[in-house]
């Protein structure tokens, strides 16, 4: 079975600052790791995905992840926040049944204030 | 990627009526997915609905209370059955290209029942 968990609830940084969202999980297999973004009344957005190529993965608005297998970790980070980035954000593993079955975090709200 | 919209976005119903939320995607996907996500919480999977085949169900989750329509590869949807306060959630559907490894999301249903 696998199972994600994201450390902290809640995390507040300040705009300009850099952001550090903490992920470990749990897989039987070589999992693939996503992160989502969801803004306020909005679907899930894909931040970013880790598939086995390159353990550093560049996502869009500035965001990286990095996979960390020895520490069954995938972090994900911005150097610079910004107030946009104000969101909730799981991480998400993957395996694949022919689809894949994804299990969820229970999520990290994003604080940014000015 | 994948244009995916939910109708409707949002829609508050009385004890005890049903609710049937569509998904419209914009392309040919091979999987679709039904998603709650109730109030402060993470997202939970319903059901996986692959096109010409009964929906398959998590657990927890039965057809008579949430039943399924997939009639074509672009189109999907979820009824939510003799509802209670209880079902009050957001719901998501989300896509899958056969290969893709990677789920999209639709904006999502607020349900509120009365």
């Known amino acids: 079975a696998q199972s994600v968990t994201q450390l902290d609830s809640h995390v507040s940084v300040s705009e300009g600052t850099p952001v550090l969202l903490r992920c470990n999980y749990s897989s039987s297999y070589s999992p693939s790791l996503f992160w989502y973004v969801q803004h306020p009344n909005k679907g899930l957005q894909l931040l970013l995905k880790y598939t086995s190529a390159a353990t550093l993965v560049k996502g869009i608005n500035g965001f990286e992840a990095e996979f960390k297998k020895s520490e069954t970790s995938f972090h994900l980070t911005k150097p610079s926040a910004h107030m946009s980035d104000a969101a909730e954000y799981f991480c998400v593993v993957s395996e694949s049944r022919g689809y894949s079955t994804l299990t969820f975090g229970k999520g990290t709200m994003l604080l940014v204030s000015p | 990627s994948a244009v995916i919209s939910q109708k409707p976005s949002r829609d508050i119903c009385q004890r005890g009526t049903s609710l049937t939320i569509q998904c419209q995607v914009d392309s040919q996907v091979t999987m679709m997915f039904w998603y709650r996500q109730q109030p402060g919480q993470s997202l939970t999977l319903i059901a996986t609905a692959n096109q010409g085949s009964e929906a398959t169900y998590e657990s927890g989750f039965v057809i008579d209370k949430f039943p399924i329509s997939r009639p074509n590869l672009t189109f999907s949807t979820l009824t939510v059955s003799n509802m209670s306060p209880e079902d009050s959630s957001i719901y998501l559907c989300?896509?899958?290209?056969?290969?893709?490894?990677?789920?999209?999301f639709g904006p999502g249903t607020r349900l509120t029942v009365l």
């Open positions: 989300s896509v899958e290209k056969r290969g893709s490894d990677t789920q999209y």
